[in-house]
């Protein structure tokens, strides 16, 4: 269940795909659906478990992240609270965040999360095309390069042979582009 705190506060579980997360997947606005897609792709063709959470705020999330850090930094005797986005991602599962925003709005996030694989994919520059998917191929924020983006984030972190990576290229169509 949703709490309307969770939402307020920039961020909240959508699901899981698979018993046992190994990659965090975030999205945001219209790309969400993008995500959940990749995440179901994911557990159906490559056995690899994710855990969806919908970003209602990047600037919410880095707002807490970067106030708590000051509070622990004027004082440094107090015990440090964990912020709200240490603790809806804890542990050290690779993280992919896809936005319909440029990069740079979702990698305000990262310094917070340090020493954890963070994957950024957004919409920088221009592109034109007839369609959404075409746009969302174009940037490479569609399910298929979210996906991709994962089981890359995977293997770079070691939980995953580089052949699976060649796997998941070829399924999607990726290889040679």
Known sequence: DVCSSDLIRGMYRYATCGADPVVRLLGSGAILREVIAAGE???????????????????????????????????????????????????????????????????????????????VLGTDGFGRSDTRSALRKFFEVDRSSIALAAVQALVDSGRLPPVRLVEAASRLGKIGR
């Open 41 to 119: 792709w994911l557990e159906r063709e490559m056995a690899v478990a994710s855990e969806i959470l919908s970003v209602t705020s990047y600037s919410e999330l880095a707002r807490d992240a970067a106030a708590l850090e000051r509070a622990h930094r004027l004082s440094p005797t107090t015990p440090r609270k964990p912020s709200y986005l240490e603790t809806c991602l804890s542990g050290d599962a690779p993280i992919v965040a896809a936005s319909d925003y440029v990069r740079a709005v979702p990698q305000m996030l990262a310094s917070y999360l340090p020493g954890r694989r963070f994957v």
